[in-house]
C-alpha cells in the first residue's frame, strides 16, 4: 500500500532510490525480559537534509509499540541524539519499560515536528534526480522508514518459555505450543523437572566433547523439530505466530528432510540433521 | 508485576476446541446437561475436564466479586454495574485483563461463589423467553445440531474462552471483559482529551463501544493509539450521527494518512481537523 503512495518529499527507505546509497538508517532492539526493559538503538549515517532536521531539533527519532494481544499501541518520541563528527553518525538510544511480559512489535522512523521547507543542495544526500528541488514537508510526516522489528532472528529465546515443575520426576520434560500465541509472545513453554531444568540453565559455549554434553546441547533441537513437525501438520497455518512460522520454514530447510511427508518423517531423525541449538541461546533473557 | 490465578491459555483453548470439534456430539449435549443441572454439576464438569490437567492452573491472586448479578445484568451490564465491574479490576495489570485464561478462571470461581449462575452463560436475554435456562433447554431438547453448538459457544464465549473467535473474544463478546474495557478506554481518554468521562462512555456505548473495538482488533489498531483515538472520539462528540454512517470510511482513510505521517503523535485536536477533511471528502 504505501509503495502507492505519491509523495512530494523523499522518504528513506529501503530501496526507494530517493537518497544517495551511503545515507542509512538502521535499529536495533534489545530486550531484557527480566527487568522488562527495551533498548531501541537508532542511527542515522551520512550527510543529508534528515540528518540536519535532526541536529537542529526540527525532526525525531519514534518508536511505535504494538502489543497484539491487547491492541495496544505506545509512542515513544526520543528527545535527544548525538554526533559523531569521525563517522558522520547521529544516533541516539531509548531504555524503555515494557509492560507486558512478552515483547513487543516495533516500529521505528522519524518525523518531523513542525512544517518544514527543504531546498536540496549538495549535503541533502539525495539523488540528482532531485537537484534544485525545494520541497514543502508536513509536520509529523515519517521522514524515515525502518522495518518492523520481530524478534525472530536466531535468538531462539524469544520462541521458548522454560518452566521448572518441583512435582516432576527427574528426567521429565513436556512441552506445550500456542500455535497462535501473539507476536512477540513465547510460543513454545517447556516445563520440566528441576534436574533437566537446571542443566537447561547452564551456561553452555564449548563445543560438546562427551555424550552428556551432546545430549545437553541436543535436546532444545528435538523439542523444536517435534514442536514444528506438528505444527507442519496442521491444515491451516494462517494463524500461526508469524516468528513460529518462519523459524520452523528456516529449521525444515536446515535438515534436509522432507517434511511434507508424514507417513515416513521423523521429527527425531530430522534434528539430529542440522547443527543443534546451544542451551545459551535459551539464556538470553538472563541479562 | 502481581502474579494472578488463570486457566493455562493452552489448555482453556483446547477444551473449547475440543467441544466445538463435533456439532451436536454427545459430548457437547453433556456439557450442556451440567450447564442446566446447576453449579455443582457445571463445576464438577469442568473439574474432570479441565482442571484434572496438572498444569490447568496458573496459581496467584484470586480476583472474587462481592456481588450477586441478575441475568439480564451479567448479559448487559448497565453503568452503575460497570462501574462495579471496573472498581474490582482496575488494579489487575492490562495484561491479564486481554487474558482468555484470567478471565475463564474469574468466571469460574463467580460461578463457586454464587455471583452467577451457570445458566446464565447460556443467556441470549434479546427477547423475554430467551433466558439461560430456556435456551439450554431448548438446545438440550432439540435435534438440530446447528442449535446445540450454537448454544455452546454461546456459553463459551460468556466464560471467555477463545474457542469460538480467538482471543479478540475478550474484547468484542465477552460481557464482562467489554464492560472493563469500554470503562478502562473513557477513564484513560478522559485524561488526554478535553471530553468528561461521561461524555466519553456515552460515545463508546454498546454501538459506539463495538464499532471500535472490533476494529481495534481486526488489522485497524492503530485506532487505538490514544492521539488517534482521541482526535476520533473530539470528531464524534461533535458529529454523533457519523458513528454508524461514515465511521468505517473514515477509518479506512485514517490508515492511509497513518502511512505517511505520524497521527500517533500529532495531538488529538489536530487529528479531530484532520477527521473533519475526511468526512467532508466522503
Known amino acids: ?287 | 508485576m502481581a502474579v494472578y490465578k488463570a486457566i493455562d491459555n493452552g489448555t482453556w483453548d483446547n477444551f473449547g476446541k475440543v467441544l466445538l470439534s463435533n456439532k451436536g456430539s454427545d459430548r457437547q449435549i453433556e456439557f450442556l446437561q451440567s450447564c442446566r443441572d446447576g453449579k455443582d454439576a457445571f463445576l464438577q464438569y469442568l473439574d474432570k475436564n479441565i482442571f484434572n490437567e496438572k498444569d490447568a492452573i496458573i496459581s496467584g491472586k484470586g480476583v472474587f466479586f462481592n456481588y450477586k448479578f441478575t441475568e439480564a445484568e451479567f448479559r448487559f451490564p448497565p453503568v452503575d454495574t460497570q462501574k462495579i465491574i471496573w472498581e474490582i479490576f482496575q488494579d489487575v495489570p492490562r495484561q491479564n485483563m486481554g487474558s482468555c485464561g484470567f478471565w475463564g478462571s474469574v468466571i469460574i470461581d463467580m460461578i463457586k461463589h454464587d455471583c452467577i449462575s451457570p445458566d446464565y452463560l447460556a443467556s441470549n436475554v434479546n427477547g423475554v423467553s430467551e433466558t439461560g435456562i430456556y435456551m439450554l433447554d431448548s438446545a438440550i431438547n432439540s435435534n438440530e445440531s446447528k442449535k446445540i453448538d450454537d448454544c455452546v459457544r454461546r456459553i463459551l464465549r460468556s466464560m471467555g474462552n477463545s474457542a469460538p473467535r480467538g482471543k479478540r473474544i475478550i474484547f468484542n463478546d465477552f460481557y464482562l471483559g467489554k464492560a472493563y474495557w469500554r470503562w478502562n478506554w473513557s477513564s484513560s481518554m478522559s485524561n488526554k482529551i478535553s471530553l468528561s468521562f461521561e461524555e466519553i462512555l456515552n460515545t463508546l456505548d454498546e454501538k459506539g463501544y463495538a464499532e471500535f473495538s472490533a476494529k481495534m482488533h481486526t488489522g485497524k489498531s492503530y485506532i487505538s493509539q490514544t492521539n488517534t483515538l482521541g482526535g476520533l472520539l473530539l470528531f464524534l462528540n461533535k458529529n454523533p450521527g457519523t458513528l454508524v454512517k461514515n465511521m468505517k470510511k473514515i477509518i479506512d482513510n485514517l490508515s492511509y494518512l497513518s502511512i505517511w505521517k505520524a497521527i500517533e503523535v500529532q495531538p488529538p485536536e489536530l487529528n479531530q481537523v484532520e477527521i473533519e477533511k475526511i468526512a467532508g471528502n466522503i
Not at chain 1, 509512542?75 to 535527544?80: G, K, S, V
Not at chain 1, 518492523?148 to 527427574?170: A, H, I, M, P, W
Not at chain 1, 501438520?233 to 535438515?255: C, F, N, P, R
Open chain 1, 1 to 287: 500500500m504505501s509503495d502507492d503512495l505519491i509523495l512530494s518529499f523523499p522518504v528513506l527507505k529501503t530501496e526507494s532510490g530517493d537518497f544517495l546509497e551511503s545515507i542509512v538508517y538502521t535499529v536495533d532492539a534489545v530486550q531484557h525480559q527480566n527487568d522488562r526493559k527495551l533498548i531501541v538503538t537508532h542511527s542515522l549515517k551520512g550527510e543529508s537534509f534528515i540528518a540536519e532536521l535532526i541536529k537542529n531539533n526540527k525532526a525525531r527519532f519514534l518508536v511505535t509499540l504494538f502489543y497484539k494481544d491487547n491492541a495496544e499501541r505506545q509512542n515513544f518520541i526520543c528527545d535527544d541524539w548525538e554526533y559523531d563528527e569521525d563517522t558522520g553518525e547521529v544516533g541516539a538510544e531509548q531504555n524503555i519499560d515494557i509492560d507486558f511480559s512478552y515483547a513487543p512489535e516495533v516500529s521505528p522512523c522519524i518525523v518531523t515536528i513542525n512544517d518544514e521547507e527543504v531546498v536540496v543542495n549538495e549535503k541533502s544526500g539525495l539523488t540528482d534526480f532531485w537537484k534544485g528541488e525545494v520541497f514543502n514537508i508536513d509536520s509529523f510526516a515519517r521522514i524515515a522508514h525502518h522495518f518492523k522489528l520481530q524478534f525472530t532472528s536466531g535468538d531462539v529465546s524469544s520462541l521458548l518459555n522454560v518452566r521448572c515443575e518441583e512435582e516432576y520426576q527427574s528426567g521429565s520434560i513436556k512441552t506445550k505450543v500456542i500455535e497462535t500465541a501473539g507476536e512477540g509472545e513465547q510460543p513454545i513453554t517447556i516445563v520440566c523437572a528441576q534436574d533437566v531444568y537446571d542443566e537447561l540453565k547452564k551456561q553452555v559455549t564449548d563445543a560438546p566433547f562427551d555424550a552428556v554434553t551432546a545430549m545437553r546441547k541436543a535436546i532444545i533441537t528435538q523439542i523444536l523439530c517435534h514442536v514444528y513437525a506438528h505444527m507442519n501438520s496442521l491444515e491451516s497455518k494462517k494463524d500461526i505466530h508469524s516468528g513460529l512460522l518462519k523459524h520452523m520454514e528456516m529449521v525444515a530447510s536446515k535438515t534436509g528432510e522432507n517434511w511434507e511427508d508424514d507417513n515416513s518423517f521423523n521429527a527425531s531423525l530430522a534434528a539430529t540433521k542440522i547443527a543443534p541449538y546451544a542451551i545459551d541461546a535459551l539464556n538470553k533473557e538472563n541479562k
